[in-house]
């Protein structure tokens, strides 16, 4: 498994055979491009072509993070009475 962090900062974990460095370089020059949006809407494999991919696992905790900071930032939003 190798890990690749995207624009965003979320972290994606693919699963790419050591001995296959140009694969790798590719990941490596293009996932930091790509937002996870972009990727999880498919970019990623238009950018990759005919290269084909293991397992890739995305950060779920990433995920949880961004729930909860946005829980917070609601929560600290003045409402008006009543409410």
Known sequence: MHKFITRDGH????????????IIS?????????????ILDGELEKRLGSHKLGLIKTSSSDDVKQLIFSLAMFNTISKPPGF
């Open 11 to 22: 972290t994606i974990k693919i699963d790419v055979d050591s001995g296959n460095h140009e």
């Open 26 to 38: 590719l990941l490596t020059d293009t996932i930091p491009r790509l937002s996870y949006d972009e």
